[in-house]
């Protein structure tokens, strides 16, 4: 692929910073995770209740989006979170779809389809879950093989003890220099969301299946029975959306055009030793282990 | 971090990048809902169905069994869905008199076609199971059901070779007009813990739950589970049933395999 960043042109020939393989699972991956949280939300509005254990307490959901009739005789949406209430009126429990307002968990514009339709939600999930899971698969398979795990996503010595600086540094909007590898935060939640958080919505995922649980009871007791397996589901999710948005902040707060470029083209090329020359570093140096090493 | 030197560039280049994307998000949720319209598209996302039978039936073994819970489990009371108390003529008539000239058919592709009173039904040799029960909406429920095997009702009526779907048909209409009905593949239909449930934790089977009887597939979702029963047929396909998808749900765009 042609490069237009001039800087690159006197660079030695190297590997990419984001190979192709990692570039084609980040953009498919984007399009199977938005595919699935949406129709996951209007599978979830068909019972926007969650529970712990085997079976369903009614009566004892420890989050559930519903509406209410007020006093004055409005009706409001409201969000129960353990003991708490909240007034949600307008996004959560009560929202406005086709221009009517309606009892709904979560609001239209965040659902597949936007209106209520359980058994299209569902297609759409069972058949994005394939192609998420089949593509994660050989992501996976590509990092082990390629040492892209071992290489670019797992923490150096000095990463795994100096966390807690970088999350201080991270807190102050205080970012390592652009060239380079990850550092050792970024490493982390990437690692989280690779080998923790997305195997755990696969599973999770399968172990709401009654065939499954009869092909792997064990696995729905490890997660405390389907009703828990649901509610893991559901937290694992939000977790993934907030992963998102702090990614999206992250690249918005380190050059987000050279970085959409870099996930796009594949950006520059990257030799043995730490790149320095067009970079601005943001950390005092000397302590910057932030190389491609 | 941005570069200097191609900055007013990359701002009108950002800026056109952004409306794009923004574009592009308010037609991909106008197209979701276009495209969720389409027979083709739907056809093309039920492909997943197959495999996740496929797949499933490789994992769980044809005899594989469903958890069964321990007694102190059962919720007291079972949240019933869909029809609670049927209305037509003929299922209040029958009710009036507790089910007393009520039968069930079992007929089709079989060597010896039976019909059975409630009595006989409740005199044969029966299991009793505590299960989960699991909403497609979502929501589990655990009851204890009694009931005659299916698989033995089968074996005794002798299923000819050309059958490959068990057809339930029902005394409810959900719509106030459609019969419901469902069907299960010889597999599901001759598990060990699929059964015909005359009683819920005991006791007869309360109406809100399926009176006099109802279909308990324990590996599927709960509207497989037939209620309110008054025949099982054998047939080698069900094209020419209701809608022709196998199932009162599946005739409104559910998907037959309820597995998942």
């Known amino acids: 692929m042609p490069d237009s960043l001039p800087t690159t042109a006197s660079a030695p020939r190297g590997r990419r910073r984001h190979p192709l393989p990692v570039r084609l699972w980040h953009w498919f991956n984007l399009w199977c995770l938005v595919v699935m949280l949406m129709s996951g939300l209007q599978i979830f509005n068909a019972h926007p209740a969650l529970y712990w254990g085997s079976a369903s307490h009614f009566d004892d959901p420890w989050l559930e989006l519903y509406a209410i009739r007020a006093p004055n005789g409005d009706i409001r949406g409201q969000t129960a979170l353990g003991p708490w209430v909240f007034d949600t009126t307008g996004v959560l429990g009560y929202s406005a779809a086709n221009g009517r307002e309606s009892v709904r968990g979560f609001p239209a514009w965040s659902t597949l389809p936007s209106y209520q339709y359980l058994s299209m939600g569902r297609l759409w999930h069972f058949f994005f879950a394939w192609l998420f899971a089949g593509a994660g698969a050989l992501f996976v398979l590509y990092a082990l093989l390629s040492g892209h795990l071992r290489r670019d996503l797992w923490l150096s010595g000095a990463q795994w003890r100096g966390l807690g600086r970088d999350l201080l540094d991270h807190l102050r909007l205080r970012f390592h220099g652009p060239h380079g590898g990850y550092n050792g935060l970024q490493k982390l939640s990437y690692l989280g969301v690779l080998l923790v958080a997305l195997p755990l919505m696969i599973v999770t995922g399968l172990c709401m299946s009654p065939t499954f649980n009869a092909a792997a009871p064990w696995l729905l007791e490890l997660f405390g029975g389907r009703q828990s397996a649901r509610s893991i589901h559901f937290i694992v999710a939000a977790a993934l959306v907030l992963f998102f948005l702090i990614h999206i902040a992250m690249v918005l707060l380190s050059g987000p055009w050279r970085q959409l470029k870099g996930m796009l083209t594949g950006g520059p090329r990257v030799t043995e030793e730490p790149a320095a020359t067009s970079t601005t570093p943001t950390t005092r140096s000397g302590r910057d282990q932030h190389d491609a090493s | ?260």
């Open chain 2, 1 to 260: 971090m941005m570069r200097r030197d191609s900055g007013r560039r990359d701002a009108s280049r950002r800026r056109f990048l952004q409306r794009s994307a923004l574009g592009a998000a308010a037609l991909g949720l106008a197209g979701c809902d276009r495209l969720s319209q389409s027979e083709q598209v739907a056809g093309t996302l039920n492909l997943a169905q197959r495999l996740n039978l496929r797949v499933q039936r490789f994992l769980a073994g044809e005899r594989g069994l469903a958890p069964e819970y321990p007694a102190s489990m059962i919720d007291p009371v079972f949240r019933p869905n869909g029809s609670t108390d049927p209305q037509s003529g003929r299922y209040r008539e029958l009710a009036a008199n507790g089910f007393a000239d009520w039968r069930l058919t079992l007929d089709g592709l079989v060597e010896t076609p039976l019909s059975l009173s409630l009595d006989e039904i409740r005199a044969l040799p029966a299991r009793t199971q505590i299960t989960r029960h699991d909403c497609v909406e979502g929501w589990s429920a655990i009851g204890q059901w009694t009931g005659p095997v299916l698989g033995d009702l089968l074996a005794r009526a002798g299923v000819k070779s050309q059958a490959r779907y068990v057809v339930f048909h029902c005394m409810d209409q959900l719509n106030g007009k459609d019969f419901y009905y469902e069907s299960l593949d010889l597999v599901e239909a001759r598990h060990p813990q699929t059964i015909l449930a005359h009683s819920l934790n005991g006791a007869p089977l309360p109406t809100a739950n399926g009176a006099p009887l109802r279909l308990r597939a324990e590996r599927q979702l709960g509207y497989k589970m037939a209620k309110y029963l008054s025949g099982i047929t054998l047939v080698s396909h069900f094209d020419d049933i209701g809608d022709g998808r196998g199932g009162y749900w599946e005739d409104r765009g559910y998907t037959w395999y309820a597995g998942i």
